[in-house]
Each structure stands twice: as structure tokens, then as C-alpha cells.
């Protein structure tokens, strides 16, 4: 279980990881609309999130696949692109944790 928190601590330990995590939370008012896939139901598409980041393709996936690792985060394959939006429940456990022990 400690390991678990360390590892999102780690997760949770850089600005564009942040950023993501804090656009997700509002897709619609922060990402433009999709061709495949909805926003909300789906998620944001990653070329999206990497545009937005200003930051390659690849850059951005290294950066969500923390974040899906840790669990913050949920990834969805639609045709040949990958969409992401937040796990609430997690990211409330999270800060719950945070809250109590710090």
C-alpha cells in the first residue's frame, strides 16, 4: 500500500501531469471538439493533450501513462488513437490519503 501512494506521489510530481489532470476534469470547456470519440463518455484524445502540453506525441504519452499507471487516470483505444479521462474515485481516494496523513 505504500509503495501504491509513493508511486502516485511520483506520478503527481510534475507541472504537466498536473496540467493534464486539472483540463481533464473540464474536457469540453478545455479541448476542442473530436471527430471519434466524446469527450465526456471517452475522453480527450492524446494528440489533443499533447498538442495542449506543447510537447510531442511521444513526451505526452510517457507523461499519461504515469498517470494511467498510477491510476489517475483511464485509457480508452478508439480506432487508432488513445482518449483519457480521469478516475474520480481514485483521485478522491488520493486526496482523502493526502488530507488524513499530511
Not at 62 to 81: M, P, V
Request: hydrophobic share 45%.
Amino acid at each position: 500500500m505504500e509503495e501504491d501512494f509513493v508511486f502516485v506521489a511520483n506520478a503527481l510530481a510534475h507541472e504537466k501531469r498536473l496540467k493534464v489532470l486539472e483540463w481533464l476534469k473540464d474536457p469540453v470547456g478545455n479541448f476542442p471538439p473530436q471527430v471519434d470519440g466524446d469527450l465526456i463518455k471517452d475522453g480527450v484524445c492524446s494528440m489533443y493533450i499533447a498538442d495542449k502540453l506543447g510537447v510531442s506525441p511521444p513526451t505526452a504519452s510517457q507523461h499519461l501513462a504515469l498517470l494511467r499507471d498510477a491510476g489517475l487516470i483511464k485509457a480508452t483505444r478508439i480506432k487508432k488513437f488513445t482518449f483519457y479521462k480521469r478516475e474520480e474515485a481514485a483521485i478522491a481516494a488520493i486526496a482523502k490519503r493526502i488530507k488524513n496523513e499530511l
